[in-house]
């Protein structure tokens, strides 16, 4: 397994936490990277994306303001900083790398995901 999701767990509303992506892979370093979430009954969406030097990013709109994506390249480790969490932010989150298209659908490289649960 190339990439490797965590961090998830247990969170009341308004709560936060940090998911690390880490990338066992050469090129992280070169490659954008993204963060995916897919909830219960729901189809997998677009989250939050970041170029391979970490100059652009991108976000959904339902966590622009609340979400932040970074990475730190000398680790070959991804971030999601997650604050001001809702309920509705519940799912298993997941990272991927290598972009092929747009930055909002098209990865080569997918990770195992971490489950978020967030209590109302």
């Known amino acids: 397994v190339q990439l490797q999701a965590s961090g998830g767990g247990l969170v009341q509303a308004g709560g936060s936490l940090r998911l690390p992506c880490a990338d066992s892979g050469r090129a992280f370093s070169v490659q954008d990277m993204a963060w995916f979430r897919q909830a219960p009954g729901k189809e997998r969406e677009f989250v939050a994306a970041?170029?391979?030097?970490?100059?652009?990013?991108y976000y959904a709109d339902s966590v622009k303001g609340r979400f932040t994506i970074s990475r730190d390249n000398a680790k070959n480790t991804g971030y999601l900083q997650m604050s001001s969490l809702k309920p509705e932010d519940t799912a298993v989150y997941y990272c991927a790398k290598d972009r092929r298209g747009s930055y909002y659908r098209d990865y080569a490289y997918w990770g195992q995901g971490t489950l978020v649960t967030v209590s109302s």
């Open positions: 970041i170029s391979w030097g970490g100059g652009l990013t």
